[in-house]
């Protein structure tokens, strides 16, 4: 395995290279510094703004979920009086005070009590709009005024869920600005990390690998063990022939367990249409490859992979007995 300095990749190293970086910078005198005076000038510069930038995001991004969630509330109460509303109406059908044919200036089908499709925001405040509209046609009608659930009730409610719409999207536009300014920021903020880290391996370039990175990882730098892949490339047979096993499945595994089973699994592959499987893994040592394809016995090969030496593998499967 070789050891390698890691992607800059997320956030949180970002963040902690220029943690890192600004703290030994403020640390050490300038001839000490592995930092050209661009690189000093830009950390002092732009550390702030990322931490700002992470700071609105995450704050803007509360807010509009705060909106949402009161927009939902108000939703929920305008659904449940629109759904009281219609559910009274067909009761006084059924008791015989309001006609049937009320129920069509709601949208709702003469002979059925099914109520107007209202699951969307958009549905529940067109349907909210169409009851107060209605609403009046009682009065018109000679027919008795809906009092315990009526237009004016619903319209504040209807108001509400406008008022909080509008809060919503001006929340969401606040929250996209602060993302797409952090984006920008980010990128010069991921810019100067992989700066400073080449100017801080140069800098301490003359020393030797263990205590180039020890140097190194004082000034933030993080370094992983990079893994060796190793490709072994299986091709499945039947035993009596020798014709090819397509889509047989294929893995890599640590030692059986008493119940003849892979106690860890590793890599896993499905051999194509030419029966043959290519499998990539880091793992090393003495393994086993295991196959399996219906109507023949479990394939259990031991293998030993060396970090780095490929194989090529015949894997032969043994038909089962017909009865």
């Known amino acids: 395995m070789s050891i390698n300095r890691i992607q800059v990749t997320s956030d949180s190293i970002v963040q902690a290279a220029m943690n890192t970086g600004s703290f030994m910078m403020g640390e050490t005198p300038v001839p000490d510094c592995p930092y050209d005076t661009d690189t000093r000038d830009s950390l002092d510069v732009l550390y702030p703004e990322f931490l700002e930038g992470q700071k609105q995001r995450r704050l803007t991004k509360s807010n509009f979920t705060s909106a949402n ?7 929920d109460a305008l659904r449940h009086y629109c759904i009281s509303y219609l559910e009274l109406v067909n009761l006084k059908i059924r008791g015989g005070y309001y006609p049937k ?16 499709y209202m699951d969307t925001s958009v549905a529940l405040q067109l349907v909210a709009a169409m009851i107060i509209f209605q609403d009046p046609q009682f009065a018109l009608r000679g027919l008795r005024l809906m009092t315990d659930y009526n237009a004016t009730e619903l319209a504040d409610l209807l108001a509400d869920c406008e008022t909080k719409n509008g809060v919503k999207l001006n929340r969401h536009q606040l929250m996209r600005t602060a993302r797409d300014e952090f984006k920008v ?7 100067l990390v ?9 800098f301490f370039r003359k020393k030797k690998k263990p205590a180039l990175r020890k140097a190194c ?9 990079s893994k060796v892949m190793t490709n ?3 091709l499945g047979r039947y035993k009596d022939g020798g014709k090819i096993v397509a889509a047989a499945k294929y893995r890599i595994g640590y030692l059986l367990t008493e119940r003849n089973k892979v106690s860890r699994e590793g890599t896993k592959k499905t051999a194509n249409q030419h029966g043959v499987a ?3 893994t880091s793992q090393t040592g003495a393994l086993y490859l295991i196959g399996e394809v219906a ?9 030993t992979i060396v970090a780095g030496e490929n194989q090529v593998i015949t894997v032969r499967f043994e038909r089962l007995a017909k009865e």
């Open 69 to 75: 969630k009161s927009l939902e509330t108000a939703e």
């Open 101 to 116: 044919s009320i129920r069509l200036l709601f949208k709702m089908k003469l002979h059925k009590e099914a109520l107007p």
């Open 185 to 191: 920021i980010r990128k010069k903020c991921v810019t």
């Open 194 to 202: 992989i700066a400073m880290w080449d100017q801080t391996e140069f």
């Open 217 to 225: 990882r004082q000034w933030g730098i993080v370094y992983e063990q």
């Open 232 to 234: 072994i490339s299986v």
């Open 278 to 280: 290519d499998l990539w």
């Open 295 to 303: 109507g023949c016995l479990r394939s259990v090969s031991p293998l």
